[in-house]
């Protein structure tokens, strides 16, 4: 079983709906949580950086975190063709152990 | 702030020829880097973790004598692919942490290199 799993898509809506993005985790140690787009041939983006259980919103994005659940989500408002790209989560627990990367979502906002 | 610059951003080589990749800091000192190996619709491995001033620690699996890595100045760390073969073909990604912040700080990342072996 992978430490993070992540449905890779692709993930296909139309310009103005509501994306919801997920990964689910299997270590109750990850504290730090990580959503990053990645347009095609392009180096990661940070998107969204939460910490334990709860919600944080930044703009049209939102990171929801449910450790209990072990599972977190990203949601896109209003999308736009300009969203199109594809979403990494990461996770990582306190100190210096590395950063585990979910495999991504495709995401296509079509116009 | 907090921008990685990578160069080249693609290269072609022949096999068995070798090939260096740069990260660079560019408005901030980096102590810690990152490399990491992207194949297709896959999520980044991470190969090596890069120290200013001493030898880099390898995940493993990830041969050290085949990817040399030299982080000799708090804004570069180089990757160098020797006696590349077509399986070496892929995204190199490096990320820098930025000296001072802590080791839960996120990462930021270069814009990639595709390593193409013909």
């Known amino acids: 079983q992978k430490e993070v799993e992540q449905d890779p898509g692709p993930l296909s809506v139309p310009e103005g709906a509501i994306v919801s993005l997920n990964c689910t985790y299997s270590?109750?140690?990850?504290?730090?949580f990580m959503w990053y787009r990645q347009y095609s041939r392009k180096g990661p983006e940070l998107l969204m950086y939460t910490y334990s259980s709860g919600n944080k919103e930044d703009g049209r994005f939102t990171a929801q975190v449910d450790k209990s659940s072990k599972y977190i989500s990203l949601f896109i408002r209003d999308s736009q063709p300009s969203d199109s790209a594809t979403y990494l989560c990461?996770?990582?627990?306190?100190?210096?152990?590395?950063?585990?990367f979910g495999a991504g979502t495709r995401l296509f906002v079509k116009a | 702030g907090a921008v990685v610059s990578q160069h080249p951003s693609w290269v072609i080589c022949k096999s068995g020829t070798s090939v260096k990749i740069e990260c660079r800091s560019l408005?901030?000192?980096?102590?810690?880097m990152f490399w990491y190996r992207q194949f297709p619709k896959q999520s980044l491995m991470l190969m090596a973790t890069s120290n200013e001033g001493s030898k880099a620690t390898y995940e493993q699996g990830v041969e050290k004598d085949k990817f040399l890595i030299n982080h000799a100045s708090l804004t570069l760390s180089t990757l160098t692919v020797t006696s590349a073969h077509p399986e070496d073909s892929s995204f190199y990604i490096c990320?820098?942490?930025?000296?001072?912040?802590?080791?839960?700080?996120?990462?930021?990342f270069g814009n990639g290199t595709r390593l193409t072996v013909t």
């Open positions: 408005d901030f000192q980096a102590t810690t």
């Open positions: 990461a996770m990582r627990g306190t100190g210096g152990f590395k950063t585990i």
């Open positions: 990320s820098a942490r930025e000296t001072g912040q802590d080791y839960n700080s996120p990462l930021h």
């Open positions: 270590n109750s140690a990850f504290q730090y």
